[in-house]
């Protein structure tokens, strides 16, 4: 690269595909890939097998100046501004749509320097300072959001989120339970790697120098700040705590802790007492902020305001706590709902006779929740949704903020959940089965 500046641009990677490493190296150096891609944006592009952060390997980009003969790509070449990372992505979605199919997981963008831009030294290209992101989680979600087609669930914020972005139809997780989802997804690393194979197990205790996520962004720079959860928290026994979180990924850390936690002898139960577990629910008195979600949305506005005070670039992890059990949510959010309109899953009486022995054992470890009656069942879909469109609510606040605060134009957001969840399919209620519903999440 003598004689020559690298620029940082965007990179793209294949997550958890569900075929061995070696295939995976085999996708990623696909020529049909890069054939389609380059074809379409009229430049040639490389592979690299690189990328810290997914969980199998990576399509790392680069750009390369074209033969002589070729057109030059210009100014696309030197700054590679918003619209042209907007026809790159597309192109990406496109060319790998095309080769990979539905079993393709998901594809993640992030603005930070994984691909280089060979050019002339001699080019002064402007500079623009690093994009900021905005990493927001939610917890025991499905993919039952309006972006996804769900004809009931009323998600706003997240619909118009989808629309303005980039949505991914085929993303799953590579465990289907929260902790070792989460210290997957924050290490790039598969449980049985980074010993997380239990829910309350640390990765550091098995890969003590393991880089998450935010400390690569924490040592290029950034300022690294998480409120709520992001790692495992117990919930909701841990909400106001630190609980499994990771010290050394963070500058910042904030524990909101609202009336739910207060108010948890209101909460009705299929198993008295039980919550974090259960089905269980509230329609709860009082507003939006003082719920721990609404504290987890303000508090991250106050962490935005902050930002735009300083240069510096910024790495913000929003960690919500539902739609995960219990179900509360002020009461304006279960009126959003008429519980005629909520139909309950029905399963042919011989259903598992038609399924393997391990699928039948995932789905019927739940004793208390099998076989519900059908109006328990009915309530406890309605509170899911009712909890799932005051979390869309919160994430709208936040969103509106980084409007308000001039933000956006700068900032990557990204939205997704640690998991799937059922609400009746299969006979079946929350997680930890291999069935598409308890796997795939949104993007």
């Not at 640390?202 to 992001?230: C, E, W």
Request: some cysteine.
């Amino acid at each position: 690269m003598k004689g020559r500046k690298q620029l940082g641009v965007i990179g793209c990677c294949v997550l958890g595909n569900r075929r061995s490493v070696k295939q995976d190296r085999t996708l990623s150096s696909n020529a049909g890939f890069r054939e389609a891609f380059g074809n379409t944006l009229g430049i040639n592009v490389d592979d690299r097998n690189f990328w810290p952060f997914s969980s199998l390997k990576a399509v790392v980009l680069r750009f390369q100046r074209p033969t002589p003969s070729a057109p030059p790509p210009m100014k696309m070449m030197l700054t590679l501004s918003r619209k042209y990372s907007t026809m790159i992505r597309r192109a990406i979605g496109r060319a790998a749509s095309s080769l990979f199919g539905p079993g393709l997981l998901s594809l993640v963008w992030v603005g930070a320097s994984l691909a280089t831009i060979p050019v002339a030294t001699a080019a002064k290209p402007a500079t623009k300072p690093p994009l900021n992101v905005l990493f927001i989680m939610s917890d025991d979600l499905n993919c039952n959001l309006g972006a996804y087609g769900h004809p009931l669930i009323q998600t706003p914020h997240l619909d118009q989120l989808a629309r303005d972005g980039l949505t991914f139809r085929n993303a799953f997780t590579n465990f289907p339970v929260c902790g070792q989802s989460r210290a997957s997804f924050m290490t790039g690393l598969y449980p049985e790697q980074n010993g997380v194979t239990q829910l309350r197990r640390l990765f550091r205790d098995y890969v003590p120098d393991a880089i998450t996520m935010a400390q690569h962004f924490r040592s290029n720079g950034y300022t690294t700040a998480r409120v709520g959860k992001i790692f495992h928290y117990d919930n909701p026994k841990g909400i106001g705590t630190n609980s499994h979180d990771d010290p050394a990924s963070w500058d910042i850390r904030v524990n909101p802790r609202g009336r739910d936690k207060d108010e948890e002898d209101l909460i009705f139960s299929v198993n008295p007492g039980s919550f974090g577990a259960s089905l269980s629910w509230l329609a709860a008195d009082g507003t939006d902020e003082e719920q721990t979600d609404g504290m987890v949305a303000t508090e991250s506005i106050n962490a935005l305001r902050h930002f735009a005070q300083t240069d510096q670039p910024f790495f913000l992890g929003v960690g919500f706590y539902k739609p995960h059990t219990p179900y509360v949510a002020p009461k304006k959010y279960f009126d959003l709902y008429e519980p005629a309109d909520i139909e309950v899953p029905r399963v042919p009486s011989d259903y598992l006779k038609t399924l393997p022995a391990p699928a039948v054992k995932s789905i019927r470890n739940r004793k208390k929740e099998i076989d519900l009656p059908e109006e328990t069942a009915r309530q406890a879909i309605h509170a899911y949704y009712a909890a799932i469109s005051f979390m869309d609510a919160q994430v709208g606040r936040v969103l509106a903020a980084l409007d308000e605060l001039g933000l956006r134009e700068n900032t990557v957001i990204l939205f997704s959940s640690d998991h799937g969840y059922h609400m009746g399919e299969h006979g079946y209620y929350q997680k930890q089965t291999l069935f598409e519903n308890s796997d795939r999440v949104p993007l």
